[in-house]
């Protein structure tokens, strides 16, 4: 079963096939021809993962999800939140991310953290949302050479190393990304009358 996921970011694609096996078929943006600019200008990560997935859903007619994720740091007011890829600015720098978060958390002790993932699947019988939940603290340098983002900095709970220290099968055991997308890849497989 083909289904677009409405991103280019080979990193994200690779997690996700991994946890969605061959089952379906994930075709990329680029794949289905779209290179357009997706729209995303909500204020929460629901509204950013619905605008994508029925923006393509609407010019493509694929069934489609897209995931908007952030990261929700609990002493900066949850920030960055839905604003965490262009944190320091545009154009997208994971480096400087990392350098104004570890920055704006100078001297603050309370280092709680989480990262949260919203799904957004549309096709022709309507729309569906899925959210991911991963609890960590944030360190006060990087560790690790893996993943991208903050993982370098986020420590998630229960565990000794970072995001970027885990293989993508460990990190894809536990990550946001990996809930959400289990609960994406039941739905799908228990209601096959939607597509």
Known sequence: MKICFATN???????VQAILGKTFELVSLAEIG????????????????????????????????????????????????V?????AGVPKNDEKNIALLLQNLQNVENRKAQFRTCITLV????????EGIVKGEILHEK?????FGYDSVF?????????????MQEKNAISHR???????????LTHPHIF
């Open 34 to 81: 779209c290179w357009e600019e997706l729209p995303e200008t909500g204020t929460t990560l629901e509204a950013n993962s619905a605008q994508k997935a029925e923006y393509v859903w609407k010019n493509y007619q694929i069934p489609c999800f897209a995931d908007d994720s952030g990261l929700e740091v609990e002493a900066l007011n949850q920030a960055p939140g």
């Open 123 to 130: 096709t022709a019988k309507g729309k569906w949302q899925f």
């Open 178 to 188: 990996a809930i959400a997308v289990k609960k994406l890849v039941d739905f799908l």
């Open 155 to 167: 420590l998630p709970e229960g565990y000794l190393q970072t995001f970027a220290e885990m293989s």
């Open 9 to 15: 970011n080979q990193h994200k694609i690779a997690e």
């Open 83 to 87: 604003y965490s890829a262009r944190y």
């Open 143 to 147: 560790r690790g050479s893996q993943g």
